[in-house]
């Protein structure tokens, strides 16, 4: 951890920087410290794989709503996921990452979600890197469209947006497969 510190301070003083992380805190630096990086658009499409069925679900509620809402809403409901990002609308493609986090019914008048996930990638350089998904998705709509608020690893300092539209949907067991375009500016 000292050495990739050292390191980093380092790397910092040969890049001209006008901060030094001495006493103060914090200090600035000089934004060319990017400058070498050229800012990035990367498009990619997954499939998302929300799984509640069987013995291994990758979506389980964890909050349900109390018993004075009507249940034709399910305003309230929360759903931990761990879904599958596959490369293919097929669950046996090749798995590229992982959405991580929840997701909740936001709206009382139709089915609305707040969407809250981080896409974690674990295939070639982008393995351990993540960007994190945060909006509105209203599941019935064709074509619904989330922020990419930030990222980790290639995609620090992440912004964009994502498009899901649903590839499937089992109304008797509530799976479903989403299509996400993922449209990413970072450096
Ligand atoms: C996926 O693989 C499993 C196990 O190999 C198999 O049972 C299942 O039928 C496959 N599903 C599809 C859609 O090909
Ligand atoms: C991804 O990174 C993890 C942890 O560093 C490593 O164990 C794994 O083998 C890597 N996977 C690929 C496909 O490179």
Do not use: C
């Not at 990367?42 to 909050?63: A, E, N, Q």
């Not at 046996?92 to 997701?103: I, L, P």
């Not at 539209?165 to 375009?181: H, I, P, S």
């Amino acid at each position: 951890m000292a050495a990739v510190f050292y390191i980093f301070t380092i790397s910092l003083l040969f890049s001209s920087i006008s901060g030094e992380l001495h006493n103060d805190f914090p200090a600035e630096v000089d934004a060319k410290m990017l400058g070498s990086l050229k800012e990035k658009l990367t498009h990619f499409r997954v499939y998302w794989h929300d799984i509640l069925s069987g013995k291994k679900p990758t979506s389980v509620r964890i909050v349900k709503p109390p018993s004075n809402v009507p249940a034709s809403s399910g305003f309230g409901m929360i759903s931990m996921i761990d879904n599958p990002l596959t490369i293919g609308p097929d669950l046996n493609s090749t798995m590229v990452g992982r959405a991580q986090g929840f997701y909740a019914l936001a709206s009382q008048e139709e089915l609305g979600l707040l969407m809250t996930m981080n896409f974690v990638f674990i295939e070639g350089k982008y393995n351990g890197s993540t960007i994190t998904v945060m909006g509105r998705n209203a599941v019935f709509n064709k074509v619904r469209e989330m922020p990419v608020i930030g990222g980790s690893g290639l995609f620090r300092f992440a912004r964009g947006y994502v498009q899901a539209r649903t590839q499937m949907f089992d109304l008797k067991t509530g799976d479903a497969t989403v299509e996400y375009n993922v449209y990413v500016l970072h450096y």
